[in-house]
């Protein structure tokens, strides 16, 4: 009975224990991220036990997920990312490495038509051939766009561009498709586009990114693991 007891709390003890380093280690993760990504985010975790990580400071793997990152201009973008063995510093204050990760990045039309305000009034998306078309000047106006993977970058390219009928100022086309492939240049965490795919309601980007370094703690008061 004693033996069985000792057993009980032991177990309860461990759990505990858990829950708390779980708590822990999530907010040291989170606020490390959240420099990154601009954004506060969820996290969860692989199947090690985070007491372990207490006491080895690495984490297997961290899925983060975000409904409203902001990657350079971009607003609106929605991302599922996965980080692969993370090992952090000083408990999170000298900031630590990620061995690799990889992310799915949803950018809905809305999002899009927010980040390019002012200049363009809607955004129609035409997966059948990979493009967007915006209404510029309220309506007046149409230029289609087309994004694609370049290397390690994503490209936006002129398809056509009009105003009743007459094509529209080289410059005003310009200040739209620079905003647009800005807005598709800058993500964290050393991640790089493999893919673009235009899809019934804006754009989905694939990222893939190897061995990259996490921020450290931006000061004393932050959470450490």
């Given at each position: 009975m004693i033996g069985l007891v000792v057993a009980v709390l032991?177990?309860?003890?461990?759990a505990?224990?858990?829950a708390y380093a779980r708590r822990t280690?999530?907010?040291c993760i989170s606020s490390q991220f959240e420099q990154e990504m601009g954004s506060k985010i969820?996290?969860?975790f692989g199947a090690k036990p985070m007491l372990i990580t207490m006491f080895d400071n690495k984490v297997s793997s961290v899925t983060v997920d975000s409904d409203d990152s902001k990657f350079g201009p971009a607003e609106g973008m929605v991302v599922h990312a996965v980080f692969n063995d993370i090992e952090v510093v000083d408990q999170g204050r000298g900031g630590g490495t990620v061995g690799s990760s990889t992310a799915e990045v949803t950018w809905s039309n809305d999002g899009i038509a927010k980040t390019l305000s002012g200049l363009v009034t809607g955004v129609q998306s035409n997966p059948a051939d990979n493009t967007l078309t915006f209404a510029v000047l309220g309506g007046l106006a149409g230029l289609t766009v087309k994004p694609q993977v370049a290397g390690d970058r994503v490209e936006v390219t002129t398809e056509a561009a009009s105003l009743l009928g007459f094509g529209l100022p080289t410059a005003l086309v310009e200040d739209i498709v620079d905003l647009m492939a800005q807005s598709l240049q800058s993500y964290p965490m050393g991640l790089q586009p493999t893919k673009v795919q235009v899809d019934s309601d804006g754009l989905h980007v694939s990222l893939a990114g190897g061995k990259t370094e996490l921020p450290a703690a931006q000061s004393d008061t932050a959470v450490t693991c």
């Open positions: 032991a177990v309860a003890g461990l505990g224990g858990e280690v999530e907010r969820d996290v969860s």
